[in-house]
């Protein structure tokens, strides 16, 4: 706690000097310095998610099979920590034929499923408060309506009891990566980009980020835009297993659009320090070459970065690779000793563009920080 108290300290001290020379051009109001985003590792109070795929954005044929994943992904997670699912009226019925007791459901209008983006980023203080940060989702640069999912991140504060912090930048959960020490990875394709926040310097983008997020340093990876809905989120390229360690996607296959920017994001990452200055530690993860027998199109997200860490246990993708499903078990092991690593087969989100964490958002244990 003494560490946490002087690093928090820190954060303070150098976002208000920040701000009070800089005179940021982001409307910051009054929301108080103090907090911080701890890191995915850290214990979890419970899993959030959305049972919101629905027939007009997914299509009959793959709809079953999407919320079947949803099933299972809720289902692992619950062997671990609750599991509370935002879900229609209309599809209570089966999504409690889906996940039985297991599972806490609340009614909630939504859109999609992807509450990663759609919810809260949660946050907490060192005095014992816990903030959940409205990014203002605007449906990925408006590309999919968000009639409903614009008022998700309000809805899950409430239910959580958090206090709601309002930012000035629009961005997603799935676009920011930290360590919970002031360090981040941010895709410059995502959060800089012109149809989310239009006229918004890094710079003024960094300091709104360092104030909400306890951050000290920001790595910024390139990411890609247009290539899918998010504009290259975070989430898909580079994770942190713990303070100075990262996992990193590698597409080895030359006819990827992937293929260029993973190789670009390596370089960076082998040569960033963290807020410490320490060299980070950059573990990789290949994409798969092999995939199941289905109907694959452009969007399918074939990679293992997209994993999840709930309280005890990994849950990441397999995609029937043997190879490459075998590596990242074994690695994704190494990294994470004290977890169990379970491998799901989810080919329907996957062919949605999405994976494991762009479907959940963790809310912090207060009460073992």
């Known amino acids: 706690m003494l560490a946490?108290?002087?690093?928090?300290?820190?954060?303070?001290?150098?976002?208000?000097a920040s701000l009070a020379l800089s005179g940021s051009c982001l409307a910051l109001g009054t929301e108080p310095i103090g907090w911080y985003?701890?890191?995915?590792?850290?214990?979890?109070?419970?899993?959030?998610?959305?049972f919101g795929a629905s027939e007009s954005i997914w299509g009959a044929e793959l709809l079953p099979r999407v919320q079947q994943d949803l099933a299972s992904i809720a289902?692992?997670?619950?062997?671990?920590?609750?599991?509370?699912?935002?879900?229609?009226?209309?599809?209570?019925?089966?999504?409690r034929r889906l996940m039985g007791s297991q599972v806490e459901f609340v009614v909630c209008p939504i859109d999609d499923l992807w509450i990663r983006d759609t919810g809260p980023v949660f946050v907490v203080s060192e005095s014992g408060k816990k903030g959940a940060i409205n990014f203002n989702f605007n449906g990925w640069g408006g590309k999919q309506r968000f009639l409903n999912d614009r008022y998700v991140a309000e809805f899950v504060a409430g239910r959580a009891n958090a206090k709601m912090v309002r930012s000035a930048l629009t961005l997603e959960g799935g676009g920011i990566e930290v360590d919970g020490h002031g360090t981040a990875i941010i895709t410059e394709s995502c959060v800089l980009n012109s149809n989310r926040n239009p006229g918004v310097s890094k710079a003024d983008c960094e300091r709104e980020l360092k104030l909400l997020l306890g951050l000290k340093k920001i790595?910024?990876?390139?990411?890609?835009?247009?290539?899918?809905?998010?504009?290259?989120?975070?989430?898909?390229y580079a994770r942190f297993a713990k303070p100075g360690t990262v996992v990193a996607a590698y597409d080895a296959d030359p006819a990827s659009f992937d293929h260029a920017v993973t190789k670009q994001h390596l370089d960076i990452l082998r040569t960033a320090t963290d807020a410490q200055g320490n060299l980070l530690?950059?573990?990789?993860?290949?994409?798969?070459?092999q995939l199941r027998n289905m109907a694959v199109n452009d969007d399918f997200a074939a990679g293992y970065i997209n994993f999840y860490l709930c309280n005890g246990?990994?849950?990441?993708?397999?995609?029937?690779d043997k190879y490459a499903d075998a590596n990242a078990r074994e690695t994704l092991a190494r990294l994470f000793p004290d977890r169990?690593?379970?491998?799901?087969?989810?080919?329907?989100l996957a062919a949605g563009g999405g994976g494991i964490h762009c479907t959940t958002q963790q809310e912090p244990a207060m009460e073992r920080l």
Not at 4 to 16: I, K, N
Not at 37 to 50: F, I, N, Q, V, Y
Not at 281 to 289: G, I
Request: negative net charge; contains cysteine.
């Open 281 to 289: 530690d950059v573990a990789v993860l290949e994409a798969p070459t």
């Open 4 to 16: 946490r108290r002087a690093f928090l300290q820190g954060v303070c001290a150098t976002a208000a």
């Open 313 to 320: 246990a990994v849950i990441a993708p397999e995609f029937g």
């Open 37 to 50: 985003m701890p890191d995915e590792s850290e214990p979890h109070a419970r899993t959030w998610m959305a």
């Open 340 to 348: 169990d690593i379970i491998q799901l087969n989810i080919d329907g």
């Open 219 to 236: 790595i910024w990876l390139p990411g890609i835009k247009g290539k899918d809905i998010t504009d290259g989120h975070t989430d898909f």
């Open 75 to 95: 289902l692992s997670i619950a062997q671990y920590e609750p599991v509370t699912m935002l879900v229609r009226a209309a599809d209570l019925e089966i999504a």
